[in-house]
Every structure is written in structure tokens, then in C-alpha cells.
């Protein structure tokens, strides 16, 4: 279900890969923590997380179950530009580009739904702190599904 989920994401945010604000989506498989030992990204790029933390099966079919996912999209820039009030303005503009980028996620994906998923709503957004020049925001959906993969 994981992989229809990333296909569900990638489609949503299609319109930012056609126009080159996104480079890259991926499953989040440390690339921003062991670039040494893993392929190199494009940035801008999104990395994608997904977790199950609530599932319970239904009660008239044990191979059904009622999922509660949580989809976590790491947003990273490479950013070389300062946002500090003492930056000329140009340059503090360019710095903060990678706000306007994060409100483009946010409304692509809230509450985006199909015939397979519920809405999915915007839970948490949060940057992360780094010292490689990475700017990283942390933006977690929830979404409900029914998962049939247990079924004959």
C-alpha cells in the first residue's frame, strides 16, 4: 500500500515536477543524512515517509482493515542565501522562496482525496535545524483508507 500512497503523492504534486520548482520524490531512505553512502539528489527535492500508526480490522471482514496513515513529506532545498535582515534584499528574497514552495505543497495536497483514500489533512509542519546548509521542512498529512492486501 506504500507504494500506491507515494504514487498518489507524486501524482498530486505533478504540477510542481512539470514545472521544475521539484526535482525529485523519493521514499525517505536517509539520503539526507548519509549522502556519502547513498545517490546524490536533485534538489529541490521531496522525501516521502509513510507510517501506520492506527489500523484496525473491520469487524465483518478480519482481512479488511481501517487504516489511519500518516504521510510525511520532507521538503529540502539546498539554500545558499541568507534570510537575516542585514542581507540585501535580493538575496534575502531568494533565501525565502522555500516559504512560497511549502504554501505550493500545502495546497496541492490538503484535502486531496480519490475513490481509494479519505481527504488528507495537514497535521504538523515543522523545520528542521541542520548544519549542512540544508533547509528541510517536515510536512505530515493524515489519511484513512481501506487496506484489502490480505485479502485470497
Known sequence: MEEVLLNKVTTVLQPLIDSNNI???DFDYGQLEYYDTRPDLNFPAILVE???????SMSFDKTIQHVNAIITLRIALQVIDESSTRTPIL????ALERFSLNKEVYKLMQSFTDDETGYFDRISQTQEKRVDGYKVTNMKFAVSFEDHTAEG
Open 50 to 56: 509513510i507510517d501506520f500508526p492506527n489500523t484496525q
Open 91 to 94: 538575496r534575502r528574497n531568494k
Open 23 to 25: 526535482k525529485e520524490i
